[in-house]
């Protein structure tokens, strides 16, 4: 038994009291009813004026709801059921005993992205948006359970996440569970059905979850790492909105939305989540507009933490020893840099190449290769051009100085050093590399989101252009493939034919065996017609029972055959149902291009008609149409004559 488990049959783990309890044990018996559940409610004020408030809120343009009883009815008792034990453990854990638990920070994250679900499962309607509020306020909820029954333990967990390491790994390797496994118990006793509750599970990594892209699962895993996001902004300090609000941007561009669309939607979530601030007692926050955020510009690093600080490597270049030792000790021991040294241009240049510095401090008078040809050499390589360029000099000559500019120096700095300057000098140089950081990141996820983007396209457009059911082009692509068939005719001078394709007695297959028995003809034909059709030929189902063959370089005798070889393959097909084998057929029309015909529109019309005459000559046949005029195979002791 594993330790959840242990856990969840000696009531240890965080469950719901007093009304929500009785709501929940109502909806276990098959018989319970709406009324019920309306007197249960009734007698918890808090949880009717939530549920009213969820419910008209979901119910825009009809009539606001007044009643407890019609708003469990609106709701659903499951969604009353799940909303009342959310709301429950919301009261009782507020505060609780780890002491680097932020409890009401945890609820205020929460309820922000139960709001963002609600409101982007009004936008793709993949399910209630109600239930999807429940699912977002217990969305972290293992996070929670942990905090609570090992509060010294998870308090050690969190401490160290603080230094970089992953949470999960974290709570693993100390706990032995992790909270994703604590989230899928606690939703599985709330009543959260398995079909919302796996995309819960594996919202904090999308890309682990193995659901086939496009799917209903796939859809809401994302759904609920978008509405995270966008809790994650809400809550985030202003100093870390940059990042945060780029990434939304490119997440809303997937879903469809815009800068100005995905604005919209959060800053209707914002408002929502602050109205609920008085029902809940769970803090919120005052919020610029998501415009006024995503405009905002990159914060100024003023107060880099010595930690901040060690993430950036320095190149050190100075032949000096006394200025090299001490400009060395600067960096590193005051302002906690990563400092890599050289003693002139030239040994400078190489270590350039293996370190890759964000930050190149470089005397001018050197043995060897001076500090302005140093310079010159770095922004001569792609790789130096980006590198921030401090030039040590011992004189402030106006021509000089330009000099050291018009080779790439981004600033300077006189001899001796002195700490402060050193200081402000740098604080420009970490405010260049962080802003440079920031733009390679959004580059970065740019590219990335074009390549998606690229491949959403494709699928999107072979979507639009493929039968789902047969997987053959569809009507629309089969028409384009004729006309390009008909262009290249145009062009050289070589035939072309057009096979129209209908299945024989097709509406009483579907009435006798059903719709999935009469798509697994489909099926089947559509293979068959594959198999029959040439390498260069083109197959598509363009309706209901009738595909199109568009045979390039075929001239009416070899159409002819062609047709009347995939008439044979498809009659030779078995098909077996409850033991009993169906026989199936087929009819097809004939036509090539000829003097008089204008377009391909013409070539389909000519090929219809003959359908029509195999069709009213007595099916499974194959029919020629060729100079106004119909001819079709006659059938003597089985063989075909035309």
């Known amino acids: 038994m594993s330790k959840i488990e242990q856990l969840r049959i000696s009531g240890q783990l965080p469950s719901p009291k007093g009304v929500a309890l009785a709501i929940m044990e109502i909806c276990r018996r098959e018989d319970a009813t709406i009324d019920e559940v309306a007197r249960v409610v009734q007698g918890d004020p808090a949880l009717s004026s939530r549920l009213l408030r969820l419910a008209n809120a979901s119910s825009a343009g009809t009539r ?11 709701l659903g008792m499951t969604t009353v059921r799940q909303l009342a034990m959310g709301f429950s453990l919301v009261d009782q854990y507020l505060q609780g005993q780890c002491a680097a638990f932020d409890y009401p920070a945890f609820w205020s994250h ?37 905090a609570t029954l090992y509060p010294a333990d998870y308090a050690t967990v969190l401490a160290e996440q603080s230094h970089g ?140 933490s010595k930690t901040e600080h060690s993430r950036k490597r320095v190149l050190l270049v100075e032949d000096d ?52 040809e140093f310079c010159r050499a770095l922004r001569a390589t792609e790789w130096g051009q980006s590198m921030y360029v401090i030039m040590l000099t011992g004189e402030e000559n106006e021509s000089k100085i ?35 950081e920031a733009w390679e990141k959004d580059r970065t996820q740019l590219k990335q989101f074009t390549a998606e983007l690229a491949i959403s396209n494709r699928r999107l457009e072979h979507a639009a252009m493929t039968d789902p059911l047969t997987e053959l082009p569809n009507r629309r692509a089969g028409m384009e493939l004729l006309s390009r068939f008909w262009s290249a005719s145009q062009r050289t001078g070589q035939p072309v034919a057009a096979l129209m394709i209908d299945v024989d007695f097709f509406k009483s297959i579907n009435d006798r065996y059903g719709h999935a028995m009469g798509d697994r003809v489909l099926r089947e034909v559509a293979k068959a017609i594959q198999s029959a059709a040439r390498k260069d030929d083109s197959v598509s189902r363009i309706g209901g029972e009738e595909f199109l063959v568009v045979c390039h370089d075929a001239d009416p005798r070899a159409a002819l055959l062609a047709a009347e070889r995939l008439r044979r393959m498809v009659k030779a097909m078995q098909i077996h149902i409850a033991g009993t084998e169906i026989k199936i057929s087929v ?56």
């Open 402 to 436: 330009i000099e050291a500019f018009e080779a790439g120096v981004d600033d300077y700095l006189t001899k001796p050093v002195h700490v402060r300057a050193l200081s402000a000098r740098m604080r420009a140089a970490l405010h260049y590399v962080k802003v440079l």
């Open 587 to 642: 009819s097809i029309g004939v036509a090539n291009r000829e003097n008089g015909m204008d377009n391909e529109d013409d070539l389909l019309r000519a090929a219809d008609k003959a359908l029509y005459a195999a069709k009213k000559a007595g099916r499974d046949r194959v029919c020629l149409f060729a100079n106004g005029k119909s001819l079709c195979t006659a059938c003597t002791n089985g063989q075909r004559q035309a």
């Open 165 to 304: 390491a992953v949470l999960l790994e974290l709570e693993r390797r100390r706990l032995g569970a992790d909270h994703t496994e604590f989230t899928t118990a606690i939703l599985a006793d709330c009543g959260i059905p398995k079909a919302l509750a796996e995309p819960v599970y594996y919202h904090e990594f999308p890309q682990t979850s193995g659901f086939s892209e496009g799917s209903r699962p796939d859809q809401l895993t994302h759904l609920f790492f978008q509405a995270r996001r966008m809790a994650d902004l809400g809550r985030s300090p202003e100093s870390e909105r940059h990042g945060n609000i780029v990434e939304l941007m490119l997440l809303g561009g997937k879903a469809g939305l815009d800068v100005t669309a995905m604005g919209e939607v959060f800053d209707r979530v914002v408002h929502q989540w602050q109205a609920w601030t008085d029902l809940l007692k769970v803090p919120t926050a005052q919020l610029p507009a998501f415009s006024a955020m995503a405009n905002a510009p990159v914060p100024r690093p003023e107060q880099e």
């Open 110 to 146: 929460s309820l922000f992205m139960a709001v963002a679900s609600q409101e982007l499962g009004r936008m793709v309607r993949l399910a209630s948006p109600d239930e999807l509020f429940a699912c977002g306020l217990l969305a972290q909820i293992g996070r929670l359970a942990l």
């Open 321 to 372: 020893p006394t200025t090299l030792m001490m400009t060395e000790g600067l960096l590193s021991h005051l302002l906690g840099c990563r400092v890599h040294t050289a003693e002139n241009g030239e040994d400078g240049l190489a270590l350039a190449l293996e370190v890759m510095p964000q930050i190149v401090i470089t005397d001018w008078h050197m043995p060897v290769m001076d500090g302005v």
């Open 64 to 74: 606001p709801l007044v009643s407890v009883r019609e708003t469990v009815m609106r």
